[in-house]
């Protein structure tokens, strides 16, 4: 038998006698499912370099039509009616049924538009273990698994086990499906959250939320404002676009620039260019009203694979609170300033970080300025916001995910 080691000796694993096979199953709903998704696979590849390990996105097997509806849409929501989602979020809060007639319908339609899955599901080397970061993959194999249809191991002629990864601060009901062999969560209100859905307390793990194994590796701040050409004498507030850039975010860049301090802002755009190009010509040609332009400076990026070093580098982090954005900031031990949390998930997340003391929540653009000065005016609020965050991290939480699948696996 093989000893697998990491750097980190608590990761010190005994592999299989043959690799593991692994299938992730993720949503591109939202950025995040995916991330936690990449998160895990990293780590087991960390762990146990010989593991075959499938990464899937489920709205690459979906029809065109399936997608617009299920991710599109989505995203749309979440820029031009989020209070529409999160009425649809409150009202969707129970775990899914087989004879709940919408229910019945939601994986009728499932199941007519992701045929695509079905090769994946069967592949002929078969699968050991099946890891969902999003809960449409587990609700459809929980479903193939109620009627004897979910493919046997080749080897143990038994049912491939599957795992959860919750990837918000609390557990809406659409994540509790029956039969998961185990959940992962990010706290304890998200596995009693589970509970009411008739979750088996001994079947859930609070690891936190999978996030790249980079940011389990210690970060020297003035190291990582050297490497980006970020100023060492002036407060960093690094303002986040989320992966797709949506939001208000020219308003809180020309807010930001009417701090009284003198700061350097860090804008990330995702892969929003034409944003990018934007706030580069904002920044070049500031409005009127902003106070002292020139006191601050600026730096405008588009997509980043460096945020784990700009979150080292920063004092002050504004964002939206979704799950894995907020997990980096957390695990890098960055005061957080949560801006537009959209209703549901994301509100949920807000009210997690300002009853631990992690974060201020900033309602509109108009205030960011006040709000800015007096947290840098107070060091020792600054201070306990910093240490707050860094009790709630938890950098390591893709390796005790991928801990605990090499152990399964292996028992399979």
Not at 57 to 81: G, H, W
Not at 111 to 136: C, M, Q, S
Request: some cysteine.
């Amino acid at each position: 038998m093989l000893f697998l080691w990491h750097p980190d000796a608590r990761y010190a694993v005994h592999a299989m006698n043959k690799p593991p096979r692994v299938l992730i199953l993720t949503a591109s709903v939202g950025a995040g499912h995916l991330r936690a998704a990449e998160a895990v696979e990293l780590a087991l590849k960390q762990l146990a370099p010989d593991a075959v390990v499938r990464n899937v996105d489920l709205m690459t097997c979906a029809t065109a039509a399936f997608r617009r509806v299920y991710a599109k849409s989505y995203l749309e929501l979440v820029s031009k009616a989020p209070h529409l989602l999160g009425y649809f979020y409150d009202l969707t809060d129970r775990a899914p049924s087989a004879t709940n007639k919408q229910d019945k319908f939601r994986m009728l339609v499932q199941r007519a538009n992701l045929t695509k899955l079905n090769p994946i599901l069967g592949d002929p080397a078969g699968w050991d273990i099946v890891v969902n970061t999003h809960f449409l993959p587990a609700e459809i194999i929980a479903r193939l698994r109620r009627k004897k249809k979910w493919p046997l191991n080749p080897t143990t002629k038994k049912p491939v086990p599957q795992f959860t990864v919750v990837t918000d601060f609390d557990a809406h009901g659409l994540w509790a499906n029956d039969p998961t062999d185990h959940y992962f969560v990010a706290t304890e209100e998200a596995a009693i959250s589970l509970g009411r859905w008739g979750v088996p307390r001994d079947i859930i793990t609070i690891t936190g939320i999978p996030i790249h194994p980079v940011f389990a590796q210690p970060k020297d701040p003035k190291a990582c404002r050297d490497r980006h050409g970020l100023p060492q004498d002036r407060p960093i507030v690094l303002l986040l676009a989320g992966g797709f850039g949506v939001g208000p975010i020219e308003q809180l860049f020309e807010a930001a620039l009417k701090v009284d301090k003198p700061i350097h802002l860090v804008v990330v755009c995702g892969k929003n260019d034409a944003l990018k190009k934007r706030l580069q010509s904002l920044s070049s040609h500031p409005k009127s009203d902003i106070p002292h332009p020139t006191s601050h400076s600026t730096t405008i990026l588009g997509f980043t694979k460096e945020m784990d070093e700009l979150m080292a580098a920063a004092d002050i982090v504004v964002s939206k609170p979704g799950g894995l954005t907020t997990s980096e900031i957390l695990a890098r031990g960055a005061a957080m300033a949560i801006v537009n949390p959209i209703p549901g998930q994301e509100s949920r997340n807000s009210d997690y970080l300002l009853e631990n003391g992690a974060a201020i929540k900033i309602n509109s653009a108009a205030v960011l300025p006040n709000k800015l000065n007096q947290l840098l005016a107070n060091p020792a609020k600054l201070a306990n916001l910093r240490a707050s965050a860094r009790s709630l991290g938890h950098p390591h939480a893709a390796f005790d995910v991928a801990k605990a699948v090499i152990k399964a696996a292996a028992t399979v």
